[in-house]
């Protein structure tokens, strides 16, 4: 019987170390159990950041579709832009040519009216005096009078007139 209970001494050493191997085991599952809900926890919460990151991603790519159409608008109206500002130095410079030749013609009539003016003064000054002198004073007039005259008498004579001059 010694040898039976030594066995069932061994037996419930051996049971209770297994037993207590058991409860390590029931302790260690539950921890990590708990390492695994937490873990679960985490993978959740890391699945959440993961679906708002690319929320925020899609978000940034739309953006930044929006941005590049919003770009190219402005480069559109850059290009527009300039080139109306092309037109806007063509158009100066043909006006800026058509004011010169403006500028050119009324100096040009400018000095032919001041030479007019000029000529004008004198004439009314002396010119008329003189060419009025010239003609009244000319050799060839003061003969054409003198036969004038004579002609005038002797037709003034014939019709009987007496005073004829």
Known sequence: MYAARAKVTDLEAQNSTLTKKVEDLEVDKEHVKAQVASKDKDLHAKDVEI??????????????????????????????????????????DIITSALNVAQNNYAEAQSIIDTLVLEVEWMCGRGVVLMANSILNASELDAAVAALIDA?????????YLECA
Do not use: P
């Open 51 to 92: 679906a708002e990151l690319k929320r925020g991603l899609r978000e940034q790519t739309d953006k930044s579709g929006s941005l590049e159409i919003d770009l190219e608008a402005e480069r559109v109206k850059a290009a527009t832009a300039e080139e109306a500002k092309q037109k806007a130095d063509e158009a100066r």
């Open 152 to 160: 005038s008498r002797a037709v003034g004579h014939r019709g009987g």
